[in-house]
T-cell receptor
Framework: SAVISQKPSRDICQRGTSLTIQCQVDSQVTMMFWYRQQPGQSLTLIATANQGSEATYESGFVIDKFPISRPNLTFSTLTVSNMSPEDSSIYLC???????????FGEGSRLTVL | AQKVTQAQTEISVVEKEDVTLDCVYETRDTTYYLFWYKQPPSGELVFLIRRNSFDEQNEISGRYSWNFQKSTSSFNFTITASQVVDSAVYFCAPGSKLTFGQGTILTVHP
């Protein structure tokens, strides 16, 4: 198993600002993903964080809005840029060993944009 | 592309009742994995089970059991003798990137 820690756990931000969420895994993982969970909704995949290269974004998500870094096999960041109230969500980081293994999730970062 | 349908939005039961959560999925992959996760009110996602599409044997783990029917693309989850601590949102998810269903909110009343 893997333990995934996210920082910050929650934050309140002003419209137009940006916030970077950090995700730290206690062991090396092949795959890392970022999800968004809007209030009362399911999880939506934002992107796959690729080590040493640009992230792979899902339909509806773009790099300019959600830049992602993954400098090594245990760490990734997600930035929510130029925030608006519609970006208020829980952002979850997950990591695992690929298609054959379960994904482990961080506790999420609850973001409120005023 | 993958798609998941969890037809039950909310289920409410009384403690000790058995409850089954339905999951129907669509995938073009010939081999794939299926997952169930639990999200209690605290918010973290808890892994429950992973099932390989090759293995259609039902699985039991304590009060939890899973019925996988590849012919009908269903992967249903049963909780026997439910408890208040089982109250959570349950997500079914197929595939390597985990396309999550909408989730089923289970409330177990004392």
């Amino acid at each position: 198993s893997a333990v995934i820690s996210q920082k910050p756990s929650r934050d309140i931000c002003q419209r137009g600002t940006s916030l970077t969420i950090q995700c730290q895994v206690d062991s090396q993982v092949t795959m890392m993903f970022w999800y968004r969970q809007q209030p009362g909704q399911s999880l939506t995949l934002i992107a796959t964080a690729n080590q040493g290269s640009e992230a792979t974004y899902e339909s509806g998500f773009v790099i300019d809005k959600f830049p992602i870094s993954r400098p090594n096999l245990t760490f990734s960041t997600l930035t929510v840029s130029n925030m608006s109230p519609e970006d208020s969500s829980i952002y979850l980081c997950s990591g695992g060993q690929g298609a054959t293994g379960e994904l482990f999730f961080g506790e999420g970062s609850r973001l409120t944009v005023l | 592309a993958q798609k998941v349908t969890q037809a039950q939005t909310e289920i409410s039961v009384v403690e000790k009742e058995d409850v089954t959560l339905d999951c129907v999925y669509e995938t073009r992959d010939t081999t794939y994995y299926l997952f169930w996760y639990k999200q209690p009110p605290s918010g973290e996602l808890v892994f429950l089970i992973r099932r390989n599409s090759f293995d259609e044997q039902n699985e039991i783990s304590g009060r939890y059991s899973w019925n996988f029917q590849k012919s009908t693309s269903s992967f249903n989850f049963t909780i026997t003798a439910s408890q208040v601590v089982d109250s959570a949102v349950y997500f079914c998810a197929p595939g390597s990137k985990l396309t999550f269903g909408q989730g089923t909110i289970l409330t177990v009343h004392p």
